[in-house]
T-cell receptor, first 111, second 112 residues
Framework: SQKIEQNSEALNIQEGKTATLTCNYT??????LQWYRQDPGRGPVFLLL?????KEKRKERLKVTFDTTLKQSLFHITASQPADSATYLC??????????FGKGTRLSVIA | DTAVSQTPKYLVTQMGNDKSIKCEQN?????MYWYKQDSKKFLKIMFS???????INETVPNRFSPKSPDKAHLNLHINSLELGDSAVYFC???????????FGPGTRLTVT
């Protein structure tokens, strides 16, 4: 069966450290993988998109990797800040099919 | 300037009623979506429209009917509301049917 799993429901880290969130999938063949941020009471906000033929993508303090052999994406936030506290969702983008979201990881950055 | 807007933000209603949620996007996007996020925070696609035409209709009861009067609007009408319909409903849009999506603020529907 098809599954998309984000490693933990909640992750607590100290301010200034690097947060690493994991997204694993089985029985999907995504052309793209996307990461979103969702704050309580708000809609998801797009952060980064990485294509199947890209290994890594960066945007400011954010870095995403995509390993189609391992069927895994890692999402890193370097020099984390309390303002980075939110739920982070990964989403698989297969051509001609709906975007499939993981359940998210709730990140808390502690000052 | 709000990119994707939804009304109302909150909707409390009784079982059996009919209600509508409106969505508008001012991004000039071709594709619009409705998602349901349940109490476990799982976000699931319900419908997708491209240039006013339905292109995705996931397994959703036929009590839910989307309507797209034009490319910038996608409304969701729900008949005979049930307790299990309680959730947050998000509208989203994207430039094409693939790629990043822009979400509205959500409508929290509570059916009592």
């Amino acid at each position: 069966s098809q599954k998309i799993e984000q490693n933990s429901e909640a992750l607590n880290i100290q301010e200034g450290k690097t947060a690493t969130l994991t997204c694993n999938y089985t029985n999907y063949s995504p052309a793209y993988l996307q990461w979103y941020r969702q704050d309580p009471g708000r809609g998801p906000v797009f952060l980064l998109l990485i294509r199947e033929n890209e290994k890594e993508k960066r945007k400011e303090r954010l870095k995403v990797t995509f390993d189609t052999t391992l069927k895994q994406s890692l999402f890193h936030i370097t020099a984390s800040q309390p303002a980075d506290s939110a739920t982070y969702l990964c989403a698989l983008d297969q051509r001609n099919t709906p975007l499939v979201f993981g359940k998210g990881t709730r990140l808390s950055v502690i000052a | 300037d709000t990119a994707v807007s939804q009304t109302p933000k909150y909707l409390v209603t009784q079982m059996g009623n009919d209600k509508s949620i409106k969505c508008e996007q001012n991004l000039g996007h071709d594709t619009m979506y409705w998602y349901k996020q349940d109490s476990k925070k799982f976000l699931k696609i319900m419908f997708s429209y491209n240039n006013k035409e339905l292109i995705i209709n996931e397994t959703v009861p036929n009590r839910f009917s989307p309507k797209s009067p034009d490319k910038a609007h996608l409304n969701l009408h729900i008949n005979s509301l049930e307790l299990g319909d309680s959730a947050v409903y998000f509208c989203a849009s994207s430039q094409r049917s693939i790629g990043e999506q822009y979400f509205g603020p959500g409508t929290r529907l509570t059916v009592t």
